[in-house]
């Protein structure tokens, strides 16, 4: 007598995906950079780059300088070019932070040597705000009075601190915030590159770590001028960043500022990239 038997048939193996899923934050940059009504040239300068072709890394600079014989304009763009260059350079060499001190004492020395050099760019100087993003920390070198602002979470903060006589007066418990903000001599420089035998840039030592998100204006006085705190928060709400920077562009030219006028928005977003996953074949012992 026969027996019939069912053959149980082979499961076809599952495909394994070698791959996992991981957000990394990256940068994207917005700028502008004009005369505004009152100039005939524009002293400020603007840089920006991504170090190893990665929109993880980012060094962004703004630079507003100062001096006759449009002197301003040659230190603000030597300041831009100097600091994106050392950095770029120097990237993996020493920590963001030491690599900003560095990159901000060397652009100073040359501005200053420049300056010695020739007798229309004698006295020249120039603010510079500077940050490096690496590894998801923000990292900021600063010097003078322009600015870095973050907005998260809908709280605007002021990252930089302005080294003016009226500020260190308003630290000092002298004014108030509103008499430093009016002030006639708020534009007075305590320290700014090319001006004095050495600096002290202000460094944030073990950084800000961004989150998905997060935006960050970089940007010269002639925009924070004519700007409050809540101007600025406003419009770093919007949410498309081309129309806010025209938005901003509008408005100060609106209040008829009476300086050039820069800024450079960062925008940190998630960013959805395939990593390998470790398995018998791929990993060395």
């Not at 149980?8 to 995906?17: C, G, R």
């Not at 996992?20 to 957000?23: E, V």
């Not at 603007?46 to 170090?51: M, Q, T």
């Not at 760019?121 to 590894?135: D, E, L, N």
């Given at each position: 007598?026969?027996f019939?038997?069912?053959k ?10 070698n791959y996992?899923?991981?957000?990394r934050n990256c940068?994207?940059v917005?700028?502008?950079s004009e005369?505004g ?8 300068a ?6 190893e072709?990665d929109?993880?890394n980012l060094?962004?600079?703004?630079a507003?300088g100062?001096?006759g014989?449009?002197?301003g304009?040659v230190?603000?763009?030597m ?17 963001p ?6 990159a901000f004492?060397k ?7 420049s300056g010695?050099l020739?007798a229309e ?15 998801g920390?923000?990292y900021?070198g600063?010097i ?7 907005l998260?979470?809908d709280?605007?903060t ?13 630290e ?7 008499e ?9 420089l ?7 035998p ?6 944030i030592?073990?950084?800000?770590k961004?989150k ?7 940007c ?6 004519v700007?409050?705190d ?10 498309q960043?081309?129309f806010?920077?025209e938005c901003?562009?509008s ?7 009476s300086?050039?006028f820069?800024?450079l ?14 398995t ?6």
């Open positions: 007598m026969g019939l038997f069912s149980k048939k082979k499961k076809a193996p599952k495909a394994t995906n996992q899923s991981q957000k940068c994207e917005h700028a502008v005369t009504p009152a100039r005939d040239h524009n002293e400020d603007i840089a920006f780059s991504f170090p072709n929109k993880q060094i962004a600079v703004v507003d100062m001096g014989h449009n002197a304009e230190a603000s763009k300041a831009c070019d100097l600091l994106l260059d050392y950095c770029m350079v120097n990237w993996s060499k020493h920590n932070e030491k690599l900003l001190h560095k004492i652009s100073h020395q040359e501005i200053v040597e010695n020739n760019q004698k006295g020249m100087g120039t603010t510079a705000t500077s940050v490096i993003i690496k590894k920390v923000c900021l600063h003078g009075d322009s600015r870095a602002y973050m998260r979470n709280t605007l002021q990252l930089s601190k302005d080294h003016t006589l009226v500020n260190q007066m308003f000092g418990g002298e004014i108030t915030k509103e430093r903000d009016e002030h006639p001599m708020k534009n007075v305590l320290q700014a590159m090319g001006t004095t050495s600096i002290e840039p202000q460094m030592s073990d950084g800000i961004i998905e998100r997060d935006r960050l204006l970089l010269s006085d002639g925009v924070n001028d700007l409050s809540d101007d600025i928060k406003d419009l770093l709400l919007m949410k960043p081309e806010m920077l901003l562009s408005v100060v030219i609106s209040r008829k500022v300086d050039n820069s800024a928005l960062i925008d940190i977003s998630a960013v959805i990239q395939a990593i390998p996953s470790e018998k074949e791929n990993i060395v012992l």
